[in-house]
């Protein structure tokens, strides 16, 4: 059912990435600039993740042998310098996320310009190198976003969504791979429940939430694509729904032939792969130069 496969490492018949966007408290203070710091119940909410769940996450991809991503703000990375190294000492990959988790779509492209290259200092002297990959809050990417990802030499976006595997957006001359995520394989829907800003979804039980993102994985195995859930650890990384994932990735390790990997690593094979002479497909952007209006009566 995937028109464009790419063979994965040591035959395995599915590449796997579970995504955690790290937001902390930053969605607070970016939606509610006036009060932020007197919401105490949205602060806490979000501390959660760096201080409870991420552990116990670290812990079982410690336990499985797992290397995995993180999306993280820089002002997160600032705010919980104790859990940005404790994912570094893991091994796995911290991608750019922005500054505080401000949307690219609503701000001007020269304060997106600053925020990007402010957040860009921050991983710098957090992990000794610039990031590889970005996902923007809220997958809002526009042209100028991803001239500033070509400008900095970023191999990969994860943020558009127009294939169920890696693909490869031109823009110009410029190459970046795209490790496309779906709402569907997001936890927001199935668990968000965030009034603060905006968000108000019917929160799951943690097996009925999560069952989605089995299925999707069952589904990328049997097609032989790529399955990246984009969780958040103050969501999936509460203590009923990390329980079922942890027993969902023992089973899987043990009866499936599966490559898990940072993306940046499966980044780097669908590249290796190329070179070698395989193909993917290709998106050129920008999609459109002007706005796309009904024509005249």
């Keep these: 059912m995937i028109r464009n496969p790419i063979p994965w490492p040591n035959g395995a018949r599915c590449a ?27 602060i806490t909410m979000g501390r959660y993740g760096p201080t409870t769940a991420l552990p116990r996450i670290l812990e079982t991809y410690r336990r499985l042998g797992l290397r995995q991503s993180f999306f993280v703000p820089a002002w997160t990375m600032e705010q919980y310098p104790d859990a940005i190294e404790a994912i570094l000492q893991g091994g796995h990959e911290i991608g750019h996320h922005g500054y505080l988790h401000e949307d690219p779509t609503v701000i001007s492209q020269p304060e997106q310009r600053h925020w990007f290259e402010k957040a860009l200092d921050v991983h710098r002297r957090f992990t000794g190198s610039t990031p590889a990959g970005y996902r923007a809050p809220v997958y809002n990417v526009t042209q100028g976003t991803i001239d500033l990802l070509v400008e900095h030499r970023f191999k990969y976006d994860s943020s558009l969504m127009a294939d169920d595997i890696p693909y490869l957006m031109r823009s110009g001359d410029a190459e970046l791979y795209e490790m496309p995520p779906h709402w569907g394989t997001d936890d927001w829907p199935a668990f968000a429940h965030f009034e603060e800003i905006g968000y108000m979804m019917p929160v799951r039980s943690p097996s009925a939430g999560l069952s989605a993102f089995f299925e999707e994985f069952e589904a990328m195995y049997e097609a032989g694509g790529l399955w990246m859930p984009v969780w958040h650890p103050f969501l999936t990384g509460r203590l009923a729904r990390w329980r079922l994932v942890e027993k969902f990735l023992e089973g899987i390790l043990s009866t499936h032939h599966v490559w898990f990997a940072p993306l940046v690593d499966i980044v780097d094979h669908v590249a290796a792969f190329r070179r070698g002479g395989g193909t993917v497909r290709v998106e050129q952007v920008p999609y459109y130069e002007r706005p796309v209006t009904l024509p005249a009566s």
């Design 16 to 42: 796997c990435s579970i995504s955690f966007d790290m937001d902390t408290d930053s969605l607070i203070h970016i939606a509610r600039p006036r009060d932020s710091f007197n919401r105490l119940y949205p």
